[in-house]
């Protein structure tokens, strides 16, 4: 029964991963940056705030 909640769950999941620029990227999290390679306490997308700034 829980079988059809999960799986809509799933394909709901997968419909805004569709729209996030990168899905497996949780936004805020710790990490280097994509774009410079630096450390990181906050990255979005994958990249620092300095990057943000001068590629918007
Ligand atoms: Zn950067």
Known sequence: MSDAADLA???LER???NRAP???????V???CD????AS???IGGRCAP???RRR
Do not use: K, T, V
């Open 51 to 53: 990057c943000r700034d």
């Open 30 to 32: 710790a990490g280097e």
């Open 15 to 17: 419909a805004m991963a």
């Open 9 to 11: 769950n799933d394909i």
């Open 41 to 43: 306490p906050r990255l």
């Open 35 to 38: 774009d410079c390679g630096r």
């Open 22 to 28: 990168s899905p497996p990227l949780a936004p805020g």
